[in-house]
């Protein structure tokens, strides 16, 4: 299996850091109008960026080197900005704390934009997504809708908006049948792992994230049920001025085209894609 020779996997399931090199910012790639917006701390000291490291093809490490296209995509908001993006591969549930405490600045980890998480954070949307099943080829589960997970095991990631979100189908869809046997795991390496196994049926997560992990591996089918759909993106503090800045890079690289190459090169260039850059607060949890 493919993914679960991932080097962010298995120091992730150590609880290890993984500290990655300052990136540069290309000078002749810099947005002037952009970087002054950026207030002067940021200009002074750069931008902390956690990225979550076991979530391909978003954010992972592999061999020791950081990748995806939400990592591509801080990368050219760097360039534009012309300021350094300092990156910090780590776990997931360290992210928000992490912003929170103003250890981070901005947060590339797939973030699903959920009404508890709008409580301490700002987010800038990079694609919509849905939720998706995959399960060992062969299974045939036939996943149609929601009432068809009753009574399945479903694995999913510590900390994911899946596991809230599946929970509260489980008690409201289920009823006369039997619940949905949630299963949580730290990293969703060991997630599909468990599934690969035959420990657990199903596995939840993002629909590209799945899709990626199916081509990859060749033993997974994933579910035409998506359900769900939420938007995925960039986490920051609440009312922090770098978000609306983040928000407007965002919108540049739409206008200029290299959004949607970027996410092309990635194969992620199909449904949930944006055209339009947005901040979304708790004052406008879903704006148009």
């Known amino acids: 299996m493919q993914t679960l020779r991932n080097c962010g996997s298995a120091m ?7 500290a990655i090199a300052t990136t540069a910012a290309v000078a002749g790639g810099v947005d002037q109008k952009l970087h002054d917006a950026l207030p002067d701390q ?18 992972f490490v592999e ?12 990368k050219a908001m760097s360039e534009k900005l012309g300021v350094p ?29 959920t009404e508890e998480r709008l409580q301490s954070l700002d ?9 998706a099943y995959a399960s060992l080829k062969g299974k045939n589960f036939n996943i149609q809708n929601e009432k068809d997970l009753c009574g399945h095991s479903v694995a999913v990631l510590t ?43 199903l596995v939840a997560a993002g629909s590209a994230k799945l899709q990626y992990m199916a081509k990859q591996t060749g033993t997974f089918e994933v579910s035409t049920f998506v359900s769900n759909a939420v938007y995925n993106g960039i986490g920051v503090r609440r ?49 148009k």
């Open 12 to 18: 992730l399931a150590a609880g290890a850091i993984i």
């Open 42 to 59: 940021y200009k002074t000291n750069g931008v902390n960026v956690a990225v979550f490291n076991d979530w391909p093809p978003d954010e």
């Open 63 to 74: 061999n020791g080197e950081l990748k995806g296209w939400s990592v591509d995509m801080a």
């Open 85 to 113: 993006f300092k990156f910090e591969a780590t776990s997931f549930e360290i992210i928000i704390p992490g912003l929170v405490s103003k250890r981070f600045d901005a947060g590339f980890s797939s973030f699903g934009v």
């Open 123 to 131: 987010f800038v949307p990079q694609r919509r997504e849905g939720t």
């Open 159 to 201: 900390g994911a908006w899946d596991f809230q979100y599946l929970t509260k189908v489980s008690a409201e869809t289920c009823q006369g049948a039997k619940p949905i046997d949630l299963q949580q795991f730290t990293t969703q390496n060991a997630a599909e792992l468990a599934v690969s196994s035959g420990r657990v049926e």
């Open 239 to 287: 009312g922090d001025p770098i978000g609306p800045v983040l928000r407007d890079a965002l919108q540049s690289m739409m206008d200029d085209g290299s959004y949607k190459q970027l996410m092309a090169k990635w194969g992620v260039d199909g449904s949930g894609m944006l055209d339009k850059a947005v901040l979304v607060d708790q004052a406008h949890p879903d704006p």
